[in-house]
């Protein structure tokens, strides 16, 4: 009888086409509670800046488009860049500035332990599903420009998902979200680069 290990038990239950279903499902709940929950924030932006506000669910939409993808028995290659790189960005962001917020004010209440919660597995969910990927340098940088750009328009026009209690430390903030940007960009760098070997090695 052949042994099947814990980590291959776990990898035939993510990747099997009943889970992906649900993990799409959720994720496009995710994503329309998202978009609702910047809202507000919309209402007081210039609709020329509306795409770059609501980075989470934008990220949460990416990846629920790559798994309708593999779903279907296709790859859309940019579209798994930047989800990669932007829903371990984000995810990771928005647990630091609630957790910052914390820090701050003493208390979050229930509404940001599960910000805390959701958007962790958010990030956790990118990198489980590395193997996945089929993105290729140029849709990474792509997904690299996108970023960078929607960094600056964040930190130099002011249209980033608002922290009051956070606002003070924006220079900081803003400081931090460059270098994690530049480290999601260098993880999907490393899973391309990684693949590619394995390719040739395979071939």
């Known amino acids: 009888m052949v042994k099947i290990s814990l980590i291959t038990r776990i990898w035939l239950i993510l990747s099997h086409k009943s889970f992906l279903w649900i993990l799409l499902f959720v994720n496009l709940l995710g994503t329309v509670y998202g978009y609702d929950w910047y809202m507000w924030q919309l209402k007081i932006t210039d609709p020329i800046f509306w795409i770059f506000v609501p980075d989470s669910p934008t990220a949460s939409l990416f990846f629920t488009i790559a798994i309708l993808g593999w779903l279907i028995g296709k790859h859309f290659k940019l579209i798994e860049a930047l989800a990669l790189i932007t829903l371990v960005k984000y995810g990771l962001w928005a647990v630091v500035m609630n957790l910052l917020t914390l820090l701050e004010n003493g208390s979050i209440g229930w509404v940001g332990w599960m910000l805390i919660i959701s958007h962790f597995a958010m990030a956790?969910?990118?990198?489980?599903?590395i193997p996945f990927y089929k993105f290729r340098f140029g849709h990474i940088v792509i997904a690299a420009i996108w970023t960078l750009h929607n960094d600056f328009i964040d930190y130099v026009f002011e249209q980033m998902p608002i922290y009051h209690d956070l606002m003070k430390n924006?220079?900081?903030?803003?400081?931090?979200?460059?270098?994690?940007?530049?480290?999601?960009?260098?993880?999907?760098?490393?899973?391309?680069?990684?693949?590619?070997?394995?390719?040739?090695v395979i071939a």
């Open 124 to 129: 956790l969910q990118a990198l489980l599903y």
């Open 170 to 200: 924006i220079n900081e903030i803003g400081y931090f979200t460059f270098w994690l940007s530049i480290i999601c960009i260098t993880i999907a760098y490393w899973v391309w680069k990684n693949r590619t070997k394995t390719d040739k």
